[in-house]
């Protein structure tokens, strides 16, 4: 069977990740999450004395090439990120690295440094990659491009369960307002916002349980990989 290159693209808080791990696990390949690599370069300028001054993003540029990012598969099936050498799944989660890595994913050396690394991930194809501009900028040949969507009224209750499942107390309107917020920044930077590319699938999973999901996009796979 032909290995090919699928590219998963979508707002945040829509299931890209799952989606994208489970369609892996289905078809045997490797599994990369984008957002978690830019999550750790945010997390390696938290924590670096060189980042300090009043421009931590302009310290972080030149030391870019000093950040290592990899992936280690655990007995569960499930991935950890390791910055440098470190697992780092746990801190990268945080809503504070998840803030300082809508920073640092606009600038455009960043995004340069992580796009090459991801292109060589993929070089083999048999990848299941996630993210922002997978379809449009890293792989604009992927056989499979989905892009993945749901309202934001549905994304937001969805984030407002996960965080109440956390012990926490969430506002509805604020979660709303910050999935709006998200929005809005993802799809108007000036480096590669995040737009559907012309051949992608749409799959607005906002009436669609988790399972129908699943089905449809194995069907897609099948079909583009000649199942
Ligand atoms: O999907 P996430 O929340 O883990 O992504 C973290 C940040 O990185 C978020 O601000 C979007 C950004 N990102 C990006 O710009 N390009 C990608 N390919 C993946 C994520």
Not at 53 to 69: S, Y
Not at 175 to 202: C, I
Request: hydrophobic letters at 40%.
């Amino acid at each position: 069977m032909k290995k090919i290159t699928v590219a998963i693209d979508g707002y945040s808080s829509c299931g890209k990740s799952t989606i994208a791990r489970q369609l892996a696990h289905y078809a045997g390949y490797t599994y990369v999450d984008t957002g978690a690599m830019y999550r750790a370069v945010a997390l390696f300028m938290m924590q670096d004395s060189r980042c300090r001054t009043d421009n931590p993003v302009a310290d972080l540029i030149p030391l870019l090439p000093q950040i290592n990012i990899g992936f280690a598969l655990q007995p569960d099936g499930s991935q950890h990120t390791i910055l440098n050498g470190r697992d780092v799944e746990n801190e990268i989660r945080g809503l504070e690295v998840g803030s300082m890595a809508s920073q640092v994913s606009p600038v455009k050396e960043v995004r340069e440094y992580l796009v090459a690394q991801q292109q060589r991930m993929g070089a083999q194809k048999g990848i299941v990659m996630d993210g922002r501009d997978i379809g449009t900028v890293v792989f604009p040949d992927a056989e499979l491009k989905l892009f993945l969507t749901a309202s934001p009224e549905v994304r937001a209750q969805r984030r407002f369960r996960e965080l109440q499942l956390k012990g926490a107390d969430p506002v509805f309107a604020d979660v709303l307002a910050d999935v709006n917020d998200r929005d809005w920044r993802d799809t108007h930077r000036k480096e590669s916002p995040l737009r559907q590319a012309a051949d992608a699938v749409v799959v607005d999973n906002s009436q669609m349980t988790p399972e129908e999901q699943m089905k449809v996009v194995i069907g897609l796979f099948n079909k583009a990989a000649g199942v």
